[in-house]
T-cell receptor
Framework: DTAVSQTPKYLVTQMGNDKSIKCEQN?????MYWYKQDSKKFLKIMFS???????INETVPNRFSPKSPDKAHLNLHINSLELGDSAVYFC????????????FGPGTRLTVL | GQQVMQIPQYQHVQEGEDFTTYCNSS?????IQWYKQRPGGHPVFLIQ?????EVKKQKRLTFQFGEAKKNSSLHITATQTTDVGTYFC???????????FGTGTRLQVFP
């Protein structure tokens, strides 16, 4: 009964490749997020969707493109991967109010060689 | 932009010692949330404080929200090895629904 799931868990790829990470939540939440956690453990928000609509778009290179086919799914596609993209990417979700807690997925560890 | 800093960055303690992490925001916060991330794991929500000066306890953990709503602290009494992990504070600025995470404090507990 995983609440927020991500695939794949690990992703190792060459520089210049294009890759996607998928996220699904079965909590019935309205809002979903993508976060990037670097090697120093800093957790930075990248994007947020509410009911399939983009509501937060931080200063992220346009090589990163989120897609939300429905409110239970938020995928992240990355073009032309660079070494600096290596990080752990977390998906999260919450109910409508921003005062509600966020539930995080297990993370996807991306390594770009 | 809004920044949320935590100190210390790292803390090593002997099991049984107390531990405190401090969270400071450059702007007033609407709320403060605390999350714990075990090594290799994902952040897990611990608690939320909303009122100025609020204090909440969860067993050995005590959370405080400052009077000016710009700072917060998490105090763990008599640490155990199960307390190991990185503790993050996170807060909403005024007029925003974007949760800004603090820089985190990594706690190591030696038996």
């Amino acid at each position: 009964d995983t609440a927020v799931s991500q695939t794949p868990k690990y992703l190792v790829t060459q520089m210049g490749n294009d890759k996607s990470i998928k996220c699904e939540q079965n909590l019935g939440h309205d809002t979903m997020y993508w976060y990037k956690q670097d090697s120093k453990k800093f957790l930075k928000i990248m994007f947020s969707y509410n009911n399939k609509e983009l509501i937060i778009n931080e200063t992220v290179p346009n090589r990163f493109s989120p897609k939300s086919p429905d409110k239970a799914h938020l995928n992240l596609h990355i073009n032309s991967l660079e070494l600096g993209d290596s990080a752990v990417y977390f998906c999260a979700s919450r109910l409508a109010s921003p005062y509600n807690e966020q539930f995080f997925g297990p993370g996807t560890r991306l390594t770009v060689l | 932009g809004q920044q949320v800093m935590q100190i210390p960055q790292y803390q090593h303690v002997q099991e049984g010692e107390d531990f405190t992490t401090y969270c400071n925001s450059s702007t007033t916060l609407s709320n403060i949330q605390w999350y714990k991330q075990r090594p290799g794991g994902h952040p897990v929500f611990l608690i939320q404080l909303v009122k100025s000066g609020e204090v909440k306890k969860q067993k050995r953990l005590t959370f405080q929200f400052g009077e000016a709503k710009k700072n917060s602290s998490l105090h763990i009494t008599a640490t155990q090895t199960t307390d190991v992990g990185t503790y993050f504070c996170a807060g909403l600025g005024d007029n925003t629904d974007k949760l800004i995470f603090g820089t985190g404090t990594r706690l190591q507990v030696f038996p």
